[in-house]
């Protein structure tokens, strides 16, 4: 089913949803007698239009303006949709009722032809029959009325007739001849066959269509008929992403050049508006001269960074190596980490903006389409400068937690997951610097993956430390630092804001009682059963205990406390 265009009229659909059924089926009534009146030149307010449907004017006045034809599309929507929602008996229905069978039957046309009709204003309603099942119908009313607001065209359709076998088989040798002996294209074959046969070039596409997909049938021309598949459209673009030549790709799918880059744009737009892009929004981006400000200046050197080895990108083999490459990579300071997060988020955040325009562009350029992409390659190449820079401190807080079973690749592989997370959550317009955060999450993330990986009895031993040349421990210890203070700042504030029921259940959900290798997270269930209470009760008391800590810890904490 097609779309509601204009907001308004699709809030006001939405709205209705939560309607009484009499309240909808009024309305319903009430949009299709609006649905004759309006004249596709004029212009109509959507008070007018609110106004006739509901019977009250909107509470807050809109000066915006609906073209007639095309609140003629949204109101043919609108009343498609709010009939569906009804599904109104047939025995209910004082009149006649046809289904598109019975009406390509009465007037002596092809169903196609019908479905044609609707596309011009034939209204028609979701049913439930007597069988119960649901169907599409038309009304009696509706139909007349059709038929005296287009009698010429209703006419014409009569005056086709329907195409035989035998003349199907004439048109397929028609055009099986005109493909061999004068070497016709497929679109000068139709044309021609139309010419002679007084048919629509529709229906001897179709013809010639439903015969070569019979499996007896002979192919007519070298090339295939019909619309691309979207399983070709992505081979297309796959091969395209691969390097493959253009030349090759019109070959092999035999297409012209425009039509292999209008299906690579197409192609091209659906991964991006597919694409989830997050930022964190700030007023600096909604200036006008923001683009110069923000991206003016070079990275100065930073982008040889990204290519870096990082994220997973080693195995217990290969770690000492990982480790060596790694301690040669300086930390960021303040005010490059400032500039780096402030581009990330305002290139997605043009990204999203350029994306969200595409919905409003009858076409898309492969101009608009480069400017989109241009973006996101930034920002991914920022987004690697960030996290390259900060595996020295996912390292740190491996080595603390090293042990207990769990090897020290997996920790550090496990950290730099926890380090992209983080890389997309931090607000940097805060003024925190990132490490203490970052430094927040991955230990919130160890502390919670270390307990279940110490239970397993199949995990082999962690590798001795001592075996690696690299030692870590006295670098970049701001982040492992932050994460202490912050610990003790935390502690301090359940002590002094909480009872010592609310500190207990605090302390045994959240695994605040030691900040080392041996936290236990306790279930609602276990704790209730310590205490003597419900389950209920101590979740009652844990929202109590959490809104005070609210008002006491800083957003940071408070957000990787309960995350």
């Known amino acids: 089913m097609k779309k509601i265009k204009s907001p308004m009229l699709c809030q006001l659909l939405q709205d209705l949803r939560f309607s009484p059924q009499k309240q909808k089926l009024n309305q319903l009534v009430a949009a299709e007698k609006l649905y004759y009146l309006i004249q596709p030149q004029i212009e109509y307010s959507y008070e007018f239009v609110c106004c006739l449907i509901t019977g009250y004017r909107p509470k807050q006045n809109s000066s915006m303006l609906i073209k007639g034809e095309d609140l003629i599309q949204d109101l043919y929507v609108f009343i498609l ?68 607001d287009h009698p010429e065209l209703v006419k014409k359709a009569e005056g086709f007739s329907k195409v035989d076998q035998p003349e199907k088989d004439k048109i397929v040798q028609q055009a099986r001849l005109l493909a061999e002996q004068q070497h016709f294209s497929r679109q000068a074959a139709i044309i021609e066959i139309a010419r002679q046969t007084c048919r629509s070039r529709d229906t001897v596409r179709r013809i010639l269509i439903e015969y070569e997909k019979d499996p007896a049938g002979t192919p007519i021309f070298s090339r295939p008929a019909g619309v691309i598949s979207s399983r070709q459209e992505k081979e297309i673009y796959r091969l395209l992403k691969a390097k493959t030549p253009i030349e090759e790709l019109m070959q092999k799918f035999y297409r012209s050049k425009s039509s292999i880059y209008r299906i690579i744009n197409k192609r091209r737009i659906r991964e991006l508006k597919k694409a989830k892009i997050d930022y964190m929004s700030n007023d600096e981006f909604m200036a006008d001269d923001a683009e110069v400000k923000i991206l003016a200046s070079p990275l100065n050197g930073l982008a040889d960074l990204y290519d870096h080895p990082h994220e997973t990108e080693f195995t217990s083999d290969t770690l000492p190596v990982y480790l060596n490459n790694v301690s040669s990579i300086k930390p960021l300071t303040r005010e490059v980490e400032a500039d780096l997060f ?46 390259v820079s900060n595996l020295r401190l996912v390292i740190s807080i491996a080595n603390r937690h090293a042990g207990w079973g769990t090897q020290l690749s997996d920790l550090i592989s496990e ?116 205490i003597g209470l419900s389950k209920e009760r101590v979740r009652q008391l844990e929202l109590v205990a959490l809104q005070k800590l609210r008002q006491s810890l800083g957003p940071e904490e408070f957000e990787l406390l309960t995350k």
Not at 133 to 139: I, P, T, V
Not at 350 to 372: D, G, L, W, Y
Not at 421 to 445: L, M, N, P
Not at 511 to 519: A, D, Q, R, S, T
């Open 342 to 387: 402030k581009r990330y988020n305002y290139l997605k955040f043009r990204a999203s903006i350029e994306i969200a325009k595409f919905n409003n562009m009858p076409r898309v350029n492969t101009h608009q389409i480069a400017i989109v992409e241009k973006y996101i390659e930034q920002a991914e190449q920022i987004r690697k400068i960030i996290i």
């Open 415 to 530: 950290g730099n997951l926890s380090l992209m997370r983080a890389v997309e959550k931090f607000d940097y317009s805060r003024g925190f610097r990132f490490s203490t955060y970052a430094s927040w999450a991955i230990s919130k993330d160890f502390a919670r993956r270390i307990p279940a990986e110490a239970s397993r009895p199949d995990k082999p031993t962690s590798m001795d430390i001592d075996e690696i040349q690299t030692d870590f421990r006295d670098k970049n210890r701001t982040g492992v630092n932050a994460v202490e203070q912050a610990h003790n700042s935390l502690e301090h504030v359940i002590v002094n804001n909480l009872t010592e029921r609310e500190q207990y259940i605090i302390n045994n959900h959240y695994g605040l009682i030691k900040m080392g290798m041996k936290k236990k997270y306790k279930s609602l269930n276990q704790i209730g059963d310590e």
């Open 81 to 148: 949709s709010v009939s569906s929602e009804l599904a109104l008996n047939t025995n209910d229905i004082n009149e006649k009722l046809y289904t598109i069978g019975e009406v390509a039957q009465q007037f002596d046309v092809s169903i196609r032809t019908v479905e044609r009709w609707k596309n011009r204003g034939l209204l028609s309603g979701r049913y439930t029959f007597p069988d119960g099942k649901k169907r599409n119908a038309f009304r009696q009313k509706h139909l007349d009325r059709f038929v005296q």
